[in-house]
């Protein structure tokens, strides 16, 4: 039996960021779903299971069908997850039917070359500070792709559902990005959606995160600032400069070999 081959597409989510490991490198949640798929196809016997992640953190939606979509389609997966269009979203004039249809396309394809995709959802902003108005234009473009992903037969990843991600906890400094325990809940999400079990003794990724404790106003206040220092004047300039923090790089991982390699 041939090795069962995983392709990742997206931007930052699936790039890892901000999952940070020890070289300098981020990991994710695509890596942590890799890493549960491989050990459950050691456990039935068969071949290591082969994994690419062609990601690129920043990259808008037509990036990635017209980089990435083609890639994957030439590396011949059985499965691929393809994540995209939130950051189409927060452009300004960003509209979530457009995206959507260009994401059914990108579906269209990879299933026409055989693949089975996992498609993400977009995230439920209500309790995002940066990220709060893009609110109903994510839930309209969710509501595309869910029916997109009945269309083709596909899994869904839905990101909008989960619990724990609602909390503030779940984001990394800059508050865009997932922290290490929350993408370690969207692969088990992830393992879901496609039907495996998960390991013996995981949490449930449908659970809350537990209460958290109060914190000083003044606390919450310096924190505040220095998250709009640091994180948010560069992310506006970059909005108004028209450039983006994936310029020039290309995927982490653009062939697809055991995890081991």
């Known amino acids: 039996m041939s090795p069962y081959r995983y392709v990742a597409l997206g931007d930052s989510l699936t790039e890892g960021m901000v999952d940070a490991t020890p070289d300098g490198g981020f990991r994710g949640w695509a890596d942590r779903l890799a890493e549960h798929l491989d050990a459950q196809l050691r456990a039935e016997g068969r071949e290591p299971l082969e994994y690419a992640n062609l990601a690129v953190r920043g990259r808008l939606l037509p990036q990635i069908v017209a980089e990435q979509v083609p890639q994957a389609v030439a590396l011949r997966p059985d499965l691929v997850s393809l994540v995209g269009g939130g950051n189409d979203l927060l452009r300004p004039g960003g509209d979530p039917d457009t995206t959507a249809a260009l994401f059914a396309d990108a579906v269209a394809t990879l299933t026409a070359a055989g693949a089975h995709v996992l ?33 083709y037969g596909c899994s ?7 619990e724990a991600l609602h909390d503030r906890r779940s984001w990394g400094e800059d508050r865009i990005h997932l922290s290490p325990p929350a993408h370690a809940t969207v692969a088990l999400a992830a393992l879901d959606a496609l039907g ?9 990724w449908r659970d809350p995160l537990p209460a958290a404790l ?14 709009g220092r640091v994180h948010v004047l560069p992310w506006v300039g970059r909005r108004l400069r028209g450039t983006s923090s994936g310029a020039h790089r290309t995927g982490k991982r653009p062939d697809p070999r055991p995890l081991a390699d």
């Open 156 to 162: 869904v990843l839905d990101l909008w559902s989960i």
């Open 214 to 227: 109060a914190r000083a106003r003044r606390d919450v206040w310096r924190d505040d600032l220095r998250w």
């Open 196 to 204: 495996r079990n998960a390991p013996e003794g995981s949490p449930d």
């Open 119 to 151: 498609v993400g959802t977009g995230f439920d902003t209500r309790g995002a500070t940066l990220l709060r108005r893009n609110r109903s234009a994510v839930g309209i473009y969710n509501s595309h792709l869910w029916a997109t992903a009945r269309r």
